[in-house]
């Protein structure tokens, strides 16, 4: 057989790695190759034939059986860095340029002082390079600061190593998307003080592995672990790099956090597509983006935690989990900015004043009417009581007069007739409630006009989009009609 596990192959344009050689059920007596698609949709399989298990994969369904002879006939191992980097960026080719004598190596083309090189997607391999390949590469690199080799078929992580190695004034560096499953016991003589930023997305790192890597690493601002096989549970402290400020391990199947990550002042964690079920957020005085969207958290009082625990939060995302699932899209919507003390930006939208205030607003009269349960003792509802001048005792003998501000209208889509409930507050402006009937009614982009009937010959249209809804008289259980201006 041609090729062995671990070997990484370009088919078609498509990235894989070999996970399995020998026969199958399915074809006997005909040599075949398991292989993982970096890319899971080319996938048919998890590595299992009529029941037999043959390999392992990380991602769903991302393995194929193909037989010898097909795959070593359309595949490929790629190119060693010097070819690539040749084809690239110098002039002449780097064949030809490794064959001149050393002190003279060729000028690259467009190269300057502080220059990014950008690899990625070249098939590059774990092939050596030739001691003359090197000083040509030495010669144009120096001041290389930012490199890319992310989408490649790197596989033996200690030759990586020596590859960037060669870049002595390196601080960036993307290795995503090569599967590194060699390689990882000869590491001691590497270590890249200069790095500040690694992503590390999808290359099959497990737990043990990460040690490794923040040994030649140690100096790290920023790293990217997202999609990698961090899921498997370890009772050994986890010590990432101390000047660590971000931090993201999206997509890794977690149902905890991760050891040893309390010890880190992060200003940016994200921690979406994971397990979590509860988040026992640790205290990050620091932090100022967090995402824990696409999750399974349960309880709304986990923003609570939040203001506890992250005094200087602006931007979240929360979207995505079990709390917010159930009910209107735009109630929850509200409801998230009022219970967060600082918050900015939420689900990628960012938070005007007057947002802040409507949500607010509509939160606290569905507090004080019973129709959202809160703790009324944290400090958070403290404040938006003397904000708004909530008195506890008039609640139990009279109706707040933020409930008079609620009203529940219909909306029909004049166009297809389709139609939903909305809970709106009637100082909101016109054009914020085009806001909220767009999201509702998903119309998409494009103008429209709202109008309703105070009475059954009387078309009233609502043209001035910053008058507040009150203007026009609206009331509970009105009918507000949506026309498309052309």
Same mark, same amino acid.
């Given at each position: 057989?041609?090729?062995?596990?671990?070997?990484?192959?370009?088919?078609?344009?498509?990235?894989?790695?070999?996970?399995?050689?020998?026969?199958?059920?399915?074809?006997?007596?005909? /040599?075949?190759?398991?292989?993982?698609?970096?890319?899971?949709?080319?996938?048919?399989?998890?590595?299992?034939?009529?029941?037999?298990?043959?390999?392992?994969?990380?991602?769903?369904?991302?393995?194929?059986?193909?037989?010898?002879?097909?795959?070593?006939?359309?595949?490929?191992?790629?190119?060693?860095?010097?070819?690539?980097?040749?084809?690239?960026?110098?002039?002449?080719?780097?064949?030809?340029?490794?064959?001149?004598?050393?002190?003279?190596?060729?000028?690259?083309?467009?190269?300057?002082?502080?220059?990014?090189?950008?690899?990625?997607?070249?098939?590059?391999?774990?092939?050596?390079?030739?001691?003359?390949?090197?000083?040509?590469?030495?010669?144009?690199?120096?001041?290389?600061?930012?490199?890319?080799?992310?989408?490649?078929?790197?596989? !033996?992580?200690?030759?990586?190593?020596?590859?960037?190695?060669?870049?002595? +004034?390196?601080?960036?560096?993307?290795?995503?998307?090569?599967?590194?499953?060699?390689?990882?016991?000869?590491?001691?003589?590497?270590?890249?003080?200069?790095?500040?930023?690694?992503?590390?997305?999808?290359?099959?790192?497990?737990?043990?592995?990460?040690?490794?890597?923040?040994?030649?690493?140690?100096?790290?601002?920023?790293?990217?672990?997202?999609? +990698?096989?961090?899921?498997?549970?370890?009772?050994?402290?986890?010590?990432?790099?101390?000047?660590?400020?971000?931090?993201?391990?999206?997509? /890794?199947?977690?149902?905890?956090?991760?050891?040893?990550?309390?010890?880190?002042?992060?200003?940016?964690?994200?921690?979406?597509?994971?397990?979590?079920?509860?988040?026992?957020?640790?205290?990050?005085?620091?932090?100022?983006?967090?995402?824990?969207?696409?999750?399974?958290?349960?309880?709304?009082?986990?923003?609570?935690?939040?203001?506890?625990?992250?005094?200087?939060?602006?931007?979240?995302?929360?979207?995505?989990?079990?709390?917010?699932?159930?009910?209107?899209?735009?109630? /929850?919507?509200?409801?998230?900015?009022?219970?967060?003390?600082?918050?900015?930006?939420?689900?990628?939208?960012?938070?005007?004043?007057? !947002?802040?205030?409507?949500?607010?607003?509509?939160?606290?009269?569905?507090?004080?009417?019973? @129709?959202?349960?809160?703790?009324?003792?944290?400090?958070?509802? !403290?404040?938006?009581?003397?904000?708004?001048?909530?008195?506890?005792?008039?609640?139990?003998?009279?109706?707040?007069?933020?409930?008079?501000?609620?009203?529940?209208?219909?909306?029909?889509?004049?166009?297809?007739?389709?139609?939903?409930?909305?809970?709106?507050?009637?100082?909101?402006?016109?054009?914020?409630?085009?806001?909220?009937?767009?999201?509702?009614?998903?119309?998409?982009?494009?103008?429209?006009?709202?109008?309703?009937?105070?009475?059954?010959?009387?078309? @009233?249209?609502?043209?001035?989009?910053?008058?507040?809804?009150?203007?026009?008289?609206?009331?509970?259980?009105?009918?507000?009609?949506?026309?498309?201006?052309?």
């Amino acid at each position: 057989m041609k090729y062995r596990v671990g070997d990484r192959l370009n088919i078609g344009g498509e990235i894989c790695t070999v996970r399995y050689v020998g026969e199958i059920c399915k074809w006997p007596e005909t /040599n075949a190759y398991g292989v993982e698609w970096d890319n899971p949709t080319r996938g048919k399989n998890d590595g299992a034939v009529d029941g037999v298990r043959y390999f392992e994969v990380s991602k769903y369904r991302s393995g194929s059986f193909v037989k010898a002879t097909k795959l070593e006939n359309e595949a490929h191992t790629g190119f060693s860095f010097d070819r690539a980097f040749a084809q690239k960026y110098l002039t002449p080719p780097i064949e030809l340029a490794s064959s001149a004598p050393a002190s003279k190596p060729e000028v690259a083309k467009g190269l300057r002082p502080t220059e990014k090189v950008f690899l990625d997607g070249c098939s590059i391999n774990d092939e050596r390079i030739s001691e003359s390949a090197l000083n040509v590469i030495r010669a144009n690199c120096a001041e290389v600061t930012q490199l890319d080799l992310s989408s490649n078929l790197l596989s !033996t992580f200690s030759q990586t190593c020596q590859l960037i190695s060669e870049f002595k +004034n390196l601080r960036y560096l993307d290795l995503s998307r090569n599967v590194f499953s060699k390689g990882w016991d000869s590491l001691g003589e590497f270590s890249f003080h200069r790095v500040k930023r690694l992503q590390l997305v999808g290359c099959g790192l497990k737990i043990d592995q990460l040690e490794k890597v923040f040994k030649c690493f140690p100096c790290l601002e920023t790293l990217d672990l997202s999609w +990698n096989d961090l899921s498997s549970p370890t009772g050994e402290t986890i010590y990432f790099p101390s000047t660590l400020t971000e931090l993201s391990l999206s997509g /890794n199947l977690m149902n905890s956090l991760p050891s040893g990550i309390s010890s880190l002042r992060l200003r940016s964690l994200n921690l979406s597509h994971n397990l979590l079920h509860a988040l026992d957020i640790l205290p990050f005085p620091k932090l100022i983006d967090l995402d824990i969207s696409h999750n399974m958290i349960q309880k709304w009082d986990t923003l609570d935690l939040l203001n506890q625990a992250l005094p200087e939060l602006r931007f979240a995302r929360i979207n995505g989990n079990l709390f917010n699932a159930a009910g209107d899209e735009i109630s /929850n919507f509200y409801a998230t900015i009022a219970r967060l003390q600082s918050i900015e930006g939420l689900d990628g939208s960012m938070l005007s004043k007057a !947002t802040r205030q409507e949500a607010e607003l509509f939160f606290v009269s569905k507090v004080i009417s019973g @129709q959202i349960e809160y703790d009324r003792r944290l400090p958070r509802w !403290t404040a938006l009581a003397r904000k708004y001048s909530i008195h506890e005792k008039q609640q139990v003998t009279r109706k707040s007069w933020l409930e008079y501000l609620i009203i529940t209208v219909r909306v029909v889509n004049e166009e297809n007739q389709n139609s939903a409930k909305c809970s709106i507050l009637t100082n909101y402006s016109v054009r914020y409630l085009k806001t909220i009937i767009a999201r509702k009614l998903q119309l998409g982009k494009g103008p429209f006009q709202l109008f309703f009937y105070p009475a059954p010959d009387a078309r @009233q249209n609502m043209d001035s989009e910053f008058r507040q809804v009150n203007y026009y008289g609206i009331c509970d259980n009105t009918t507000i009609y949506i026309k498309r201006v052309a």
